[in-house]
């Protein structure tokens, strides 16, 4: 057997596995890991940050790409912000920061708008839409959720008003959203 003939073996078998693990790979292995991440990974992601913000050992770095704000066309003015601690990412947080009297629906922020939301974010479909829990505020108006996206992360948001408008979403780490989706409301 020539040295050439093993060569051409092993980078085939090299190939063959490669192709073989992208296809049987879990949905997170194929996006981009963003939380846990320092914040010199986050700027490779999405560009260098707009403002900084310290509290003690809490840093939140706030971005707004071109690319993310097409995503929320009714609100032009929107940005995202990742929340940092020890110098890891721990929150993602969507800012509508809109003028809502200018915008003519209700729920702004809802499953359509949190999966757009999340395959910005990670870079693939978030894999389930699961309530983890609705809370009444007291207030008539105002409502709190928590939902289930997959793959460890959830989303929670309030609406309040009478159109039930959502300022801001965060995406953050719940440990009842890893597969199987242990998804109790507790």
Do not use: H
Not at 76 to 101: E, W, Y
């Amino acid at each position: 057997m020539k040295s050439r003939d093993v060569w051409l073996g092993l980078a085939g078998l090299t190939v063959g596995l490669i192709l073989i693990n992208s296809a049987i790979a879990p949905p997170a292995l194929a996006g981009r890991y963003v939380l846990n991440q320092t914040p010199q990974t986050i700027e490779r992601y999405f560009g260098r940050y707009i403002t900084k913000k310290t509290n003690g050992e809490q840093v939140t770095y706030t971005y707004a790409p071109k690319s993310f704000r097409q995503l929320f066309k009714q609100f032009p003015k929107s940005d995202f912000s990742i929340t940092f601690v020890r110098n890891q990412a721990k929150s993602i947080t969507l800012n509508f920061n809109g003028d809502f009297f200018q915008y003519p629906g209700s729920y702004n922020y809802d499953k359509a708008e949190a999966t757009k939301f999340y395959n910005y974010i990670f870079g693939y479909q978030p894999p389930i839409w699961k309530e983890l829990s609705a809370k009444f505020s007291g207030n008539e108006t105002i409502y709190f959720y928590e939902y289930c996206l997959g793959d460890g992360v959830a989303t929670n948001f309030e609406r309040y008003g009478y159109k039930q408008f959502t300022d801001s979403a965060t995406l953050s780490y719940n440990n009842r959203c890893e597969p199987p989706y242990n998804l109790s409301k507790n």
